[in-house]
């Protein structure tokens, strides 16, 4: 089943980014499962992480969280304070500077974990990618946050969205978070011939004060950077969204969601909460530890 969501993810994209609605809703277990499933047709891959991922534990509540095993032969961008103490990583060599210092870009001699993170630039977030690109002949994992995908705007990168009972106490309420979710990162691109030529630009984040102003306005065509810089949630946002004709200059990739049933509650249904998913957003959904798909 995980050979599914890896087809449907490099469909027509050489690179994967996996994005979470929430915290601990199976984002770093989705990357893993892309992984896996790469690993199991002997496809040599390369990965890396907009933040930082693959520690053992969480530094802020001490949960156990999914390790990130790099096999033999990949490829990894990680700060140079992240590299393992041991032979394991061949340094290829340097990229961009981050907090943790040089991006390290690495072939693995054996298979080994290690944590892994990049760069706090979009400018520098691309670089990475391409970088690794260029330096591996199979596909690019990031493990990534929606905050920081602006780099893959505009681009051909493919990005699977994450969602679970952490988003939501119920099967219902983890579809809408992430059927507004996928709806702001699916904004289309601007297109003069269907939206006309003289849209409203905004050069800053679309704001909750800014949608109330164009929600007070006639209906217009109004056009964001890219999907990133809608800040608004919920029901402002889909009151604006039908007001107004919402289109961004660089659009985004957004090709399937997952799911994880856990939550700080009683487990969510995972058959329901796959099905649920894969209506509201109108993606293929799957559950990549269940084994489910809808």
Known sequence: MNGALL??????????????????????????????????RGMRYALTSIGRDGEPSDALDGRAKPRVRVPCGSIVALPEELVPRSPALEILELGERSALGRIVFARARQA??????????????????????????????????????????????????????????TVERVAAVAADTVARLRTPAYDPARDGPAPLRLPAALDALTAEELLDAPPQTVVVGDPTRIAVRGRLFAR??????????????????????????????????VRAVARATS???YDVLAGVRA
């Open 283 to 285: 993606l293929p959904a």
């Open 7 to 40: 087809d449907a993810a490099l469909a027509s994209a050489g690179s994967v980014i996996v994005v979470g609605t929430a915290k601990n809703v199976g984002k770093t277990v989705t990357f893993n499962a892309l992984r896996a499933a790469a690993e199991a």
């Open 240 to 273: 604006l969204a039908a007001h107004v004709a919402l289109r961004c200059e660089n659009a985004l990739r957004v090709v399937a969601c997952t799911t994880s049933p856990d939550g700080p509650g009683p487990g969510l249904d995972p058959v329901a909460l």
């Open 112 to 169: 080994t974990f290690c944590e892994i993170g990049g760069p706090p630039s979009a400018r520098a977030v691309r670089a990475t990618i391409d970088r690794l690109h260029a330096l591996c002949d199979g596909p690019v994992f990031i493990d990534g946050a929606i905050d920081r995908i602006a780099p893959l705007a505009g681009g051909a990168d493919a990005i699977v969205v994450a969602t679970g009972g952490a988003s939501g106490e």
